[in-house]
Protein backbone atom coordinates (compact mmCIF):
# COMPACT_ATOMS: atom_id res chain seq x y z
CA UNK A 1 0.00 0.00 0.00
CA UNK A 2 1.16 3.73 -0.29
CA UNK A 3 1.66 6.14 2.16
CA UNK A 4 3.09 9.67 2.39
CA UNK A 5 5.03 10.88 5.27
CA UNK A 6 5.48 14.61 6.07
CA UNK A 7 7.71 16.26 8.69
CA UNK A 8 8.33 18.02 11.03
CA UNK A 9 4.72 17.67 12.47
CA UNK A 10 5.40 21.14 13.83
CA UNK A 11 7.68 24.16 13.42
CA UNK A 12 9.04 27.10 15.19
CA UNK A 13 11.01 29.60 13.29
CA UNK A 14 11.82 33.06 13.46
CA UNK A 15 11.78 35.68 10.92
CA UNK A 16 14.17 35.33 8.10
CA UNK A 17 15.36 32.30 8.71
CA UNK A 18 15.49 28.97 6.40
CA UNK A 19 12.99 26.72 5.90
CA UNK A 20 13.12 23.28 4.50
CA UNK A 21 10.23 21.38 4.52
CA UNK A 22 10.49 17.37 3.14
CA UNK A 23 7.93 14.88 1.76
CA UNK A 24 8.36 11.58 0.69
CA UNK A 25 5.75 8.78 -1.00
CA UNK A 26 6.14 5.03 -0.50
CA UNK A 27 4.81 2.23 -2.64
CA UNK A 28 4.01 3.80 -6.21
CA UNK A 29 5.99 5.33 -8.57
CA UNK A 30 6.18 8.71 -10.82
CA UNK A 31 3.61 9.91 -8.47
CA UNK A 32 2.50 13.82 -9.04
CA UNK A 33 2.95 15.59 -5.89
CA UNK A 34 1.64 18.80 -4.66
CA UNK A 35 2.24 21.20 -1.90
CA UNK A 36 -0.74 22.97 -0.19
CA UNK A 37 -1.12 25.53 2.41
CA UNK A 38 -4.05 26.32 5.19
CA UNK A 39 -4.24 29.45 6.49
CA UNK A 40 -5.94 29.31 9.95
CA UNK A 41 -9.69 28.49 9.68
CA UNK A 42 -9.20 29.32 5.85
CA UNK A 43 -9.25 26.73 2.55
CA UNK A 44 -6.14 25.00 0.96
CA UNK A 45 -4.04 27.28 -1.27
CA UNK A 46 -1.97 25.32 -4.03
CA UNK A 47 1.14 26.01 -3.82
CA UNK A 48 3.23 24.04 -6.45
CA UNK A 49 2.59 20.99 -7.77
CA UNK A 50 5.26 18.19 -9.88
CA UNK A 51 4.51 15.73 -12.56
CA UNK A 52 7.94 14.33 -12.67
CA UNK A 53 11.57 14.51 -11.02
CA UNK A 54 12.76 18.02 -11.71
CA UNK A 55 9.60 19.15 -12.93
CA UNK A 56 8.09 21.86 -10.61
CA UNK A 57 4.81 23.92 -11.70
CA UNK A 58 4.20 27.41 -9.08
CA UNK A 59 0.93 28.27 -8.59
CA UNK A 60 0.83 31.41 -6.74
CA UNK A 61 3.70 33.55 -6.51
CA UNK A 62 5.19 33.87 -3.26
CA UNK A 63 8.60 33.26 -1.10
CA UNK A 64 8.81 29.78 -1.90
CA UNK A 65 9.84 27.32 -3.74
CA UNK A 66 9.64 23.34 -4.39
CA UNK A 67 12.27 20.90 -5.48
CA UNK A 68 11.73 17.22 -6.61
CA UNK A 69 15.22 15.98 -6.75
CA UNK A 70 14.07 12.24 -6.80
CA UNK A 71 10.79 10.52 -7.92
CA UNK A 72 9.12 10.30 -4.49
CA UNK A 73 10.81 13.22 -2.80
CA UNK A 74 9.12 16.42 -3.05
CA UNK A 75 10.94 19.60 -0.54
CA UNK A 76 9.07 22.97 -0.06
CA UNK A 77 11.85 25.45 0.81
CA UNK A 78 12.19 29.52 1.22
CA UNK A 79 15.50 31.38 1.99
CA UNK A 80 14.15 33.43 4.21
CA UNK A 81 10.50 33.04 5.97
CA UNK A 82 8.31 35.76 6.65
CA UNK A 83 5.65 36.09 9.10
CA UNK A 84 2.56 35.88 6.41
CA UNK A 85 4.53 32.48 5.61
CA UNK A 86 2.62 30.91 8.70
CA UNK A 87 0.60 28.58 8.11
CA UNK A 88 -0.35 24.42 7.92
CA UNK A 89 1.57 22.98 5.01
CA UNK A 90 0.09 19.51 3.77
CA UNK A 91 1.90 17.55 0.70
CA UNK A 92 -0.06 15.31 -1.51
CA UNK A 93 0.11 12.51 -4.11
CA UNK A 94 -2.11 11.08 -6.98
CA UNK A 95 -1.76 8.81 -9.72
CA UNK A 96 -1.26 10.24 -13.18
CA UNK A 97 -4.28 8.99 -14.05
CA UNK A 98 -6.47 10.38 -11.67
CA UNK A 99 -5.41 13.67 -10.27
CA UNK A 100 -7.88 14.79 -8.83
CA UNK A 101 -7.79 11.75 -6.49
CA UNK A 102 -5.39 13.31 -3.80
CA UNK A 103 -3.96 11.54 -0.55
CA UNK A 104 -2.84 13.92 2.23
CA UNK A 105 -0.27 13.82 4.49
CA UNK A 106 -0.21 14.62 8.49
CA UNK A 107 0.62 18.23 7.42
CA UNK A 108 3.29 20.20 9.19
CA UNK A 109 1.98 23.43 11.49
CA UNK A 110 4.46 26.58 10.76
CA UNK A 111 5.13 29.58 13.17
CA UNK A 112 7.19 32.64 11.98
CA UNK A 113 7.52 34.23 14.29
CA UNK B 1 -16.51 32.91 -8.89
CA UNK B 2 -17.10 29.76 -6.46
CA UNK B 3 -18.28 26.53 -8.46
CA UNK B 4 -19.90 24.98 -5.34
CA UNK B 5 -22.04 26.47 -2.32
CA UNK B 6 -22.00 24.43 0.61
CA UNK B 7 -23.65 25.73 4.04
CA UNK B 8 -21.41 26.49 6.77
CA UNK B 9 -22.29 24.27 9.05
CA UNK B 10 -24.64 21.82 10.12
CA UNK B 11 -25.37 19.21 12.95
CA UNK B 12 -26.11 15.62 12.41
CA UNK B 13 -27.14 13.00 15.92
CA UNK B 14 -24.81 10.53 15.91
CA UNK B 15 -26.08 6.56 14.38
CA UNK B 16 -28.80 9.07 11.72
CA UNK B 17 -27.79 9.70 8.14
CA UNK B 18 -25.57 12.80 7.70
CA UNK B 19 -26.96 14.34 4.13
CA UNK B 20 -24.78 17.44 2.98
CA UNK B 21 -25.65 19.46 -0.27
CA UNK B 22 -24.06 21.15 -2.73
CA UNK B 23 -24.55 23.49 -5.29
CA UNK B 24 -22.92 23.61 -8.38
CA UNK B 25 -25.07 25.20 -10.81
CA UNK B 26 -22.28 26.17 -13.12
CA UNK B 27 -20.87 22.66 -13.70
CA UNK B 28 -20.24 22.17 -17.13
CA UNK B 29 -20.38 18.96 -18.76
CA UNK B 30 -16.42 17.08 -19.04
CA UNK B 31 -16.52 18.17 -14.93
CA UNK B 32 -16.80 15.75 -11.82
CA UNK B 33 -17.84 16.40 -8.52
CA UNK B 34 -15.30 15.46 -5.59
CA UNK B 35 -15.84 15.29 -1.57
CA UNK B 36 -13.37 15.34 0.52
CA UNK B 37 -13.51 15.87 4.48
CA UNK B 38 -10.62 17.35 6.53
CA UNK B 39 -10.96 15.80 10.50
CA UNK B 40 -9.69 18.95 12.74
CA UNK B 41 -5.92 19.16 12.09
CA UNK B 42 -5.05 16.38 9.96
CA UNK B 43 -4.71 16.69 6.02
CA UNK B 44 -8.35 16.16 3.87
CA UNK B 45 -9.14 12.81 2.75
CA UNK B 46 -10.64 11.78 0.00
CA UNK B 47 -13.97 10.46 0.05
CA UNK B 48 -16.02 9.79 -3.32
CA UNK B 49 -16.54 11.59 -6.63
CA UNK B 50 -19.07 11.04 -9.75
CA UNK B 51 -19.88 12.48 -12.97
CA UNK B 52 -23.99 12.13 -13.34
CA UNK B 53 -24.63 8.57 -11.85
CA UNK B 54 -25.24 8.18 -8.19
CA UNK B 55 -22.10 6.78 -6.70
CA UNK B 56 -21.54 4.17 -3.30
CA UNK B 57 -18.44 3.24 -1.55
CA UNK B 58 -17.28 2.09 1.96
CA UNK B 59 -17.08 5.33 3.09
CA UNK B 60 -20.77 7.32 1.54
CA UNK B 61 -22.92 7.65 -1.30
CA UNK B 62 -23.04 10.30 -3.70
CA UNK B 63 -26.75 11.41 -4.74
CA UNK B 64 -26.35 13.62 -8.11
CA UNK B 65 -29.18 15.58 -9.63
CA UNK B 66 -30.55 14.67 -13.18
CA UNK B 67 -30.03 18.24 -13.99
CA UNK B 68 -26.06 17.97 -12.28
CA UNK B 69 -26.69 21.25 -10.72
CA UNK B 70 -26.30 19.81 -6.99
CA UNK B 71 -25.67 16.67 -5.18
CA UNK B 72 -25.78 15.31 -1.79
CA UNK B 73 -23.20 13.63 -0.07
CA UNK B 74 -25.25 10.51 2.31
CA UNK B 75 -23.34 9.43 5.38
CA UNK B 76 -25.39 6.90 6.44
CA UNK B 77 -24.79 6.00 9.87
CA UNK B 78 -22.64 8.86 10.96
CA UNK B 79 -20.45 8.96 14.29
CA UNK B 80 -18.12 10.88 16.26
CA UNK B 81 -15.67 10.27 14.24
CA UNK B 82 -17.12 11.61 11.31
CA UNK B 83 -17.41 15.70 12.51
CA UNK B 84 -15.29 17.58 9.97
CA UNK B 85 -15.36 19.67 7.28
CA UNK B 86 -16.30 18.87 3.96
CA UNK B 87 -15.36 19.83 0.72
CA UNK B 88 -17.62 19.69 -2.34
CA UNK B 89 -15.66 20.26 -5.24
CA UNK B 90 -16.15 20.50 -9.09
CA UNK B 91 -13.30 19.68 -11.33
CA UNK B 92 -12.16 18.58 -13.89
CA UNK B 93 -11.09 14.42 -14.49
CA UNK B 94 -7.54 14.79 -14.47
CA UNK B 95 -6.76 18.49 -13.50
CA UNK B 96 -5.22 17.92 -10.64
CA UNK B 97 -3.69 21.27 -10.02
CA UNK B 98 -7.42 22.58 -10.16
CA UNK B 99 -8.88 20.90 -7.06
CA UNK B 100 -10.25 24.23 -5.18
CA UNK B 101 -10.94 23.77 -1.32
CA UNK B 102 -13.29 26.29 -0.28
CA UNK B 103 -15.02 27.06 3.27
CA UNK B 104 -16.29 23.57 3.31
CA UNK B 105 -19.53 22.72 5.67
CA UNK B 106 -18.04 21.77 9.12
CA UNK B 107 -20.32 18.50 10.39
CA UNK B 108 -20.46 18.06 14.06
CA UNK B 109 -21.90 14.89 15.03
CA UNK B 110 -23.46 14.78 18.32
CA UNK B 111 -24.23 12.28 20.94
Known amino acids: SQTIHQWPATLVQPVGSPLSLECTVE??????LYWYRQAAGRGLQLLFY??????ISSEVPQNLSASRPQDRQFILSSKKLLLSDSGFYLC????????????FGAGTRLSVL | DAKTTQPTSMDCAEGRAANLPCNHS???????VYWYRQIHSQGPQYIIH???NNETNEMASLIITEDRKSSTLILPHATLRDTAVYYC????????????FGGGTRLMVKP
Open chain 1, 92 to 103: AWSRGSFKNIQY
Open chain 1, 27 to 32: GTSNPN
Open chain 1, 50 to 55: SVGIGQ
Open chain 2, 26 to 32: TISGNEY
Open chain 2, 50 to 52: GLK
Open chain 2, 89 to 100: IVSQRNAGNMLT
